[in-house]
């Protein structure tokens, strides 16, 4: 059994940071990859960012790519990502995954995850 749960979100400007953490806890060995995915009202869930644990490589999906920074603790129970130059087009419900599942992929497919938290909501105003 996992536990997802998402933190930091809120409503800022466009062109501010804010960070989004995720804090998982349950059986720490089966933990492969982490993600976050997003989703805006009308719109299907969206890959934003991964990380492998197994590889040790972040992913990122083009519209996010040099603005959001994904990272973990050495432990495996966090995974924070960094989002900075924010835009009113990431405006959405942000979601933590968790994939248990052994793989060397970067996993942008919800389907990939076996946990999902609850959501977190990202505001950006214009």
């Known amino acids: 059994q996992v536990q997802l749960i998402e933190s930091g979100g809120g409503f800022v400007h466009a062109g501010d940071s804010l960070t989004l953490s995720c804090a998982a806890s349950g059986d720490e060995l089966t933990r492969n990859t982490m993600g976050w995915f997003r989703q805006a009202p009308g719109r299907e869930r969206e890959f934003v960012a991964s990380?492998?644990?197994?590889?040790?490589?972040?992913y990122y999906s083009n519209s996010v790519e040099g603005r959001f920074t994904i990272s973990r603790d050495s432990a495996k129970t966090t995974a924070d990502l960094q989002m900075n130059s924010l835009k009113p087009e990431d405006t959405a419900v942000y979601y933590c995954?968790?994939?248990?599942?052994?793989?060397?992929?970067?996993?942008?497919?919800?389907?990939?995850?076996?946990?999902w938290g609850q959501g977190t909501q990202v505001t950006v105003s214009s």
């Open positions: 990380f492998n644990f197994y590889t040790y490589t972040p």
């Open positions: 995954a968790l994939r248990t599942r052994f793989g060397r992929s970067s996993y942008a497919n919800a389907g990939d995850y076996d946990w």
